[in-house]
């Protein structure tokens, strides 16, 4: 399940739930907790299999206190059914309203009682005609195809403490003028350093260079994934972003709605995790920079063949073909 677009349709049904004339007011309690649940649960960095509950959650969701086994059933089979009509209802009203030719429908699933393990219920897309993603609104892409994989942003994950100040970053405004001018007065610092220590290379100009040139080794490496996303609008996260567990994550530069003066939109860089269940194997295909024949390009790589079983990987297609 991609996490960026089941936020993006949460967030397009919440407000039409109260245009939708509907008798049962648990129901409707129900369902926009847990949209709103859903929408809280991805911008805390959860992965898609997360976002899941079981019926007690579901009561928990709308009612307080604590409810034995036969009140939680009762609930479920009193508002669940309801739910999920007021949630088709929910559906056909965007349709409705829907000028453009992106249309999605939201349902209410489960997964079933498998081995003793409770079950869990979930929002998931019954269908979609065309991407609905907010990154690509002015530009909606079809599935491809012909393509022999399909990824998902599982996850917008949570980073590490002291790289939240870097996180989702809006380049407006002042940020935007930050991001251009940090490059350019480094530039020119290393410029005046360089002339000053080579026509007048005393001692104090030659440390002053070798100090800055240090400072540069140590913070460019880091921080230079969020510059080159600008360019690139896509690159693997600097490792020092991440926690521990996470393998690897991407930096994604998307557009956001607010134009520029130039008519180009502003953009905003997020984290995100894409993933994709291995053709082949079925195993996990995950995001790696490429290396040899695949240097520059960011490729789909299976954890259980990482040599064979390799993927183009395109974020704006969410697709790509075996390379190898
Ligand atoms: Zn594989």
Request: aromatic letters at 10%; hydrophobic letters at 40%; one cysteine or more.
């Amino acid at each position: 399940m991609d996490v960026i677009k089941l936020r993006s349709a949460c967030e397009q049904l919440l407000p039409l739930l109260d245009d939708v004339v509907y008798s049962k007011p648990t129901s409707k309690f129900l369902l926009s907790a847990l949209l709103e649940k859903t929408i809280e649960l991805i911008n805390s960095g959860h992965t898609s299999d997360d976002l899941m509950f079981t019926a007690e959650d579901l009561v928990s969701l709308v009612k307080t206190g604590t409810y034995d086994v036969g009140q939680i059933k009762k609930f479920k089979a009193d508002h669940y059914k309801g739910t999920n009509d007021l949630l088709d209802k929910v559906n056909e009203l965007k349709k409705e309203r829907n000028s453009s030719s992106s249309y999605f429908k939201l349902k209410l699933s489960d997964t079933g009682e498998k081995g003793g393990s409770k079950k869990h219920h979930y929002l998931d897309f019954d269908e979609i005609k065309v991407d609905i993603s907010n990154k690509n609104d002015n530009s909606t892409v079809k599935r491809d195809m012909s393509a022999d994989i399909y990824y998902e942003a599982i996850q917008l994950p949570k980073p590490v403490w002291y790289a939240k100040p870097f996180m989702s970053i809006e380049l407006t405004h002042w940020r935007l003028k930050l991001y251009f001018i940090i490059p350019i007065s480094l530039l020119i610092i290393a410029y005046y350093l360089l002339f000053s220590s080579i026509f007048s290379p005393t001692s104090k100009e030659v440390i002053n260079l070798t100090l800055f040139a240090s400072f540069m080794i140590v913070i460019w490496k880091p921080l230079i994934p969020f510059f080159l996303v600008n360019d690139r609008r896509i690159v693997i996260a600097p490792k020092w972003m991440l926690n521990l567990k996470q393998v690897t994550a991407q930096l994604e530069s998307v557009k956001l709605d607010k134009l520029k003066s130039n008519g180009r939109p502003y953009r905003k860089i997020i984290l995100v995790i894409y993933e994709a269940d291995c053709p082949i194997c079925g195993n996990k295909v995950v995001i790696y920079q490429g290396k040899r024949e695949f240097k520059g390009r960011l490729i789909g790589e299976c954890n259980e063949s990482p040599r064979e079983h390799i993927f183009s990987f395109d974020h704006v297609k969410q697709s790509g073909n075996k390379l190898r």
